[in-house]
């Protein structure tokens, strides 16, 4: 049921797309939120196991919302470059769409590890193992991915185009 891209040049291989979501560090969550507004959300995130998780308060509108609706959308830009000459930006970004759920046991902690790993790994190893042990205030969502897609503007693919010439 997921749409195919319409200008398919465009579309990033899955190792792309997969590097975009990890080294990005922020993304918008969409979801289903109060009266069928729609609720997009900016959060911190990490791709981990080919999903997506991030770190939530037990209450708020973001997680009223997942518990009515699963059904998410999370996307990311990565590049953003204005070129004002040419009218445009030069851009990269991937959108996923997926169904949102509490994690619980050891997949909750692998991924609150994978989270602080990724957003404090430089700081000492007692520091983290002491920020997840205090930290019982917060459900660690998962999103499982259905569908995801990267895309790239058209100047990166002649730009790709050219260098593999
Ligand atoms: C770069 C970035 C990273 C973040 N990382 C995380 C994260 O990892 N985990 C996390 O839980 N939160 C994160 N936040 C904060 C997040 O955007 C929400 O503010 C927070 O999750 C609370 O959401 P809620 O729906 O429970 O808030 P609620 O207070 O229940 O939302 C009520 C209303 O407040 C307004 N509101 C809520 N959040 C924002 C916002 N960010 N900007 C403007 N208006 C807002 C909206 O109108 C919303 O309907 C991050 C924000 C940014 C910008």
């Known amino acids: 049921m997921f749409r195919k891209m319409r200008r398919i040049k465009q579309l990033l291989s899955m190792e792309e797309t997969e590097a975009v979501m990890k080294r990005c560090t922020h993304g918008v969550l969409a979801c289903f939120g109060d009266e069928d507004y729609p609720y997009a959300v900016p959060l911190s995130y990490v791709y981990f196991n080919g999903k997506i998780y991030f770190h939530s308060a037990k209450a708020g509108h973001k997680i009223?919302?997942?518990m009515k609706n699963p059904k998410?959308?999370?996307s990311v830009i990565d590049e953003d470059t204005v070129v004002s000459e040419e009218y445009t930006t030069y851009f990269r970004?991937?959108?996923a769409f997926g169904k949102a759920?509490?994690?619980e046991g050891?997949?909750?902690?692998?991924?609150f590890k994978a989270l602080v790993k990724k957003y404090s790994g430089d700081q000492p190893?007692?520091?983290?193992q002491n920020e997840i042990n205090k930290c019982n205030q917060a459900y660690i969502i998962a999103i499982d991915i259905d569908h995801i897609t990267g895309k790239e503007s058209i100047e990166y693919?002649?730009?790709k185009s050219n260098s593999s010439k």
Do not use: C, G, W
Request: charged share 35%; hydrophobic share 45%; glycine share 0%.
């Open 101 to 103: 759920r509490i994690t």
């Open 64 to 66: 009223d919302a997942i």
């Open 157 to 159: 693919v002649r730009i």
């Open 93 to 95: 970004s991937v959108i």
């Open 106 to 111: 050891d997949e909750y902690l692998d991924a």
């Open 72 to 74: 998410v959308s999370f």
């Open 125 to 128: 190893e007692e520091s983290k």
